[in-house]
């Protein structure tokens, strides 16, 4: 059985995304697979790669500008190994279905891109850290994060599993 090279990418704006990101890569590597894990922006080929899992911040229901970037610029590599596919979205488990049809929708937009696996998970939201520009957005009396405290809905458990599935469907590969 050759060792398998899995690319675990991630597009994020506050870091929640790398820190699952990295859960899922440490996951795969304990179930035998040899994995990097870099920014989706850094990355320049996919070459040496047996399969890639891609993670991606979701925004108003639009997967980060940095995995859209990604998925665009390897598109053609992307067609030829497995890819699966996790978002982190909403900051309430009450919100998992929504933005899981969110992340369809978005997908079904790359009719090319056939996800072997795909998940969305609860992320984690600061207030305190936000830039700006989303500062001024939840601020808003109409915006859905006005005066929602600091909270990080991350459940480490279901990441793992997720993982851990994804990394006996991509074992069979061999």
Known sequence: MSTRRVLVAYATRYGSTEEVAR????????????????????????????????????????PHKDARKFLDRHQTALQAIPVAVFAMGPISADDLEATREQLAKALGKLPWLRPIATEVFVGA????????????????PASPLHGVPAQD????????SWAAGLAERLAEGD
């Open 23 to 62: 859960a899922v890569a440490e996951t795969l590597g304990e179930k035998g697979l040899t994995t990097e894990v870099e920014a989706a922006k850094n990355v320049r080929s996919l070459d040496g790669y047996d399969a890639v899992v891609l993670g991606a911040a979701l925004f108003v229901g639009s």
């Open 153 to 160: 809905g991350r459940d480490w458990d279901a990441i793992r």
């Open 125 to 140: 939201y600061d207030p305190s850290r936000l830039a700006r520009a989303d500062k001024m957005l939840a601020a808003l």
